[in-house]
C-alpha cells in the first residue's frame, strides 16, 4: 500500500460518522475493539430488541453510576415508547441521561477516543451519533507527601498522577482568573493529556508561545511520563547541567508560576517541568523560605559549601598529593605519606576506584528493596572501605576524602544538579591526575564559560549574576528578609517588576 492511499485511508477513518442503524455502529465498534477483553458492550433490550448499546472501558468509568444514571433511565423510557426516528438529542440529554457531563458526537474517531478515555458511550437506535457520559473513575492513590522534597516546616501534600488532582492543587493556592492552564494532547498512541500553566500579565507572552511551539513540535508514538517531554524541549541536550526544573510539590510550581516561569502538567506522572530553570534555583530550597532569613541564610551556605566539597575535594587532594605537596603542611605530609605507605597505585587511580564503588553502592541501594537497600548500602560500604584498607589497595586518606564527598553530593535540593556534579567529578579528577592545579583551573574556567552561555527559552542559567541585576541577588548567595524580596526577574516578568509595593517605615 503506497503512502498515499495509506494517509487517504486514516483520513477516511478520522472523519467517518456514525450512522442511524445502531446494528451497523455496533459492529464498526466491535471491529475497532477486537481483541479488546475490557472494553464492555452492554445491550439495552426491551421487548427482545436492542435499543441501544453502552461502551466502557473496565476500571475506567464508575459502573455503579452507569448503571444509576445511564441504564435504568434508558430501560424506564424504552420500556414505555419508542425513541423517535431522529431530532430526539436533547430529549436523550436531558430525560434518558440525567447527568452533569455529556455532549453527543457524531465521528466515529472521536467516540472511540472519548471511550479509551474512561467515557461510556451510548449509541441508540434511529440516531446518527453516540451521547458522551462523563462518569470516568479510576482508582488512584491518595494525596501524600512528597518523597524527593522533604521539608521541616511547609506543605506535606504533593502531585499525583491524576491530571485533575494536580491542577486542583494548583487552583487551590491560586484563586485568580490569572493563573491560565492549557491542555493538549501528545503522543499518537498514548493520546497523553498536558496541560501547561503560566500566570497571565506576569509570564511573558514569547516564554510561553515559545514553550506552546516546541511542545507541539513533538511527533512521539507514546508519551509515559514528563522526562520524555524534558529531553525534546530542553536548549541544550549535551550540557551536563540540567535546564528545565522537576517538581512534586506543589508550593514551588505555585511559587515559580508567581515568578513568571511557566510549567508542564503531565497526566500519569507526578513529577511536574518549570521552564526556564536556572543554576541558582536548582540550589534553593522550600526550608529557605519557611525558616527565617538568618537561618534560611546560614543553611543556605553549609548547602553551598558541601555542594563544591561534592565536586572539588577528591580533585584537590589528588592534586596536592601528587605535584604541590609543598602547600601542605609538614605535619600533614608526614601523617599522609604514612599512611600511604604500602599503597600501590597512585592516588588519581585509588580516587577513581573508591569513586566508582561509592556510586556503585549508592545505585544498588536505590535498586534494592526499600526494606534491604540502606542496610545493604551501609555495610557494603563499611565492609569495602576496611577490607580496601586492611589489605593495603586503597589508603586510609582517601577513604576519608571519598566518605566526606559522597555525604556533601546528599546536599543538592534538586536531584538533577546533584547527578550532573556526581559526573563532573570524574573528570575533573582525571584532569587533576594529569596536570594537577592547573587543570582543575582550566576546569573550571572551562565550566564556568559553558554555565555563562547556556540560555534555556532565552533566559541566562546563572542569572542573576551574569548578566547582573542587582535588585535581585537578595535570593541567590544570602537569603533576605522576604519584604526586600520584591523585584522579579526581568528575564521573566513581563512589564510587572515587583511582587508587592515597597513596605512603608
Not at 556533601?408 to 594529569?434: D, E, H
Request: net charge neutral; with cysteine; aromatic share 8%.
Amino acid at each position: 500500500m503506497t503512502q498515499q492511499s495509506t494517509a487517504s485511508k486514516q483520513e477516511h477513518q478520522k472523519t467517518e460518522r456514525l450512522h442511524p442503524q445502531l446494528a451497523l455502529n455496533v459492529e464498526r465498534m466491535q471491529r475497532e475493539f477486537l481483541n479488546c477483553s475490557d472494553i464492555m458492550f452492554r445491550k439495552c433490550s426491551v421487548g427482545g430488541m436492542d435499543r441501544a448499546v453502552l461502551i466502557y472501558v473496565d476500571g475506567m468509568c464508575d459502573v455503579q453510576a452507569v448503571d444509576e444514571f445511564v441504564l435504568r433511565p434508558l430501560l424506564k423510557h424504552f420500556s414505555r415508547s419508542l425513541p423517535k426516528a431522529e431530532g430526539d438529542e436533547e430529549e436523550l440529554r436531558e430525560s434518558f441521561i440525567p447527568t452533569l457531563k455529556i455532549r453527543p458526537v457524531a465521528e466515529t474517531q472521536e467516540v472511540i477516543k472519548a471511550v479509551l478515555r474512561g467515557e461510556t458511550a451510548v449509541f441508540t437506535e434511529g440516531n446518527a451519533f453516540a451521547l458522551l457520559a462523563d462518569l470516568v473513575k479510576m482508582e488512584q492513590r491518595s494525596i501524600e507527601e512528597a518523597t524527593s522534597e522533604k521539608v521541616v516546616r511547609g506543605p506535606r501534600d504533593a502531585f499525583m498522577e491524576s491530571l485533575s488532582t494536580n491542577t486542583s492543587l494548583l487552583r487551590r493556592r491560586i484563586r485568580s482568573s490569572s493563573l491560565k492552564l492549557e491542555s493538549m494532547t501528545l503522543g499518537s498512541l498514548t493520546e497523553t493529556d498536558i496541560v501547561i500553566g503560566y500566570m497571565e500579565g506576569i509570564a511573558k507572552d514569547s516564554l510561553v508561545d515559545e514553550v506552546k511551539a516546541r511542545l507541539q513540535k513533538i511527533k512521539l508514538d507514546g508519551i509515559i511520563h514528563s522526562s520524555n517531554i524534558e529531553e525534546y524541549i530542553e536548549d541544550n541536550t549535551f550540557s551536563p547541567f540540567p535546564q528545565i526544573q522537576n517538581t512534586e510539590r506543589p508550593d514551588v510550581a505555585v511559587s515559580s508560576l508567581l515568578e513568571g516561569k511557566v510549567i508542564i502538567i503531565t497526566s500519569n506522572t507526578p513529577f511536574v517541568l518549570i521552564v526556564p530553570m536556572t543554576y541558582w534555583s536548582g540550589l534553593q530550597a522550600v526550608d529557605d523560605y519557611t525558616d527565617r532569613f538568618m537561618y534560611a541564610t546560614f543553611v543556605r551556605w553549609i548547602r553551598y559549601t558541601f555542594v563544591h566539597i561534592s565536586l572539588l575535594l577528591p580533585s584537590l587532594y589528588v592534586a596536592l598529593t601528587t605535584y604541590h605537596l609543598q602547600v601542605i603542611p609538614t605535619p600533614l605530609v608526614v601523617s599522609i605519606a604514612s599512611a600511604r605507605e604500602g599503597v600501590p597505585l597512585p592516588a588519581v587511580i585509588e580516587a577513581l576506584i573508591m569513586e566508582f564503588i561509592f556510586e556503585g553502592l549508592r545505585e544498588a541501594g536505590i535498586r534494592l528493596p526499600q526494606q534491604v537497600g540502606p542496610a545493604v548500602s551501609i555495610a557494603g560500604a563499611l565492609v569495602i572501605g576496611q577490607a580496601v584498607v586492611a589489605a593495603g589497595i586503597i589508603s586510609t586518606p582517601m577513604v576519608i576524602i571519598v566518605s566526606l564527598t559522597g555525604i556533601a553530593s546528599f546536599a543538592f535540593p534538586l536531584y538533577n544538579l546533584g547527578t550532573a556534579y556526581r559526573m563532573l567529578r570524574f573528570p575533573l579528577l582525571i584532569v587533576a591526575g594529569v596536570l594537577g592545579f592547573y587543570g582543575i583551573v582550566l576546569f573550571l574556567i572551562l565550566l564556568s564559560v559553558h554555565m555563562v552561555t547556556l540560555k534555556p527559552f532565552g533566559v541566562p542559567y546563572m542569572a542573576p549574576y551574569a548578566p547582573m541585576s542587582p535588585g535581585n541577588l537578595g535570593d541567590v548567595l544570602v537569603r533576605a528578609p522576604k519584604y526586600k524580596m520584591r523585584r522579579l526577574m526581568p528575564w521573566l516578568a513581563k512589564g510587572k517588576t515587583e511582587r508587592f509595593p515597597k513596605r512603608s517605615k
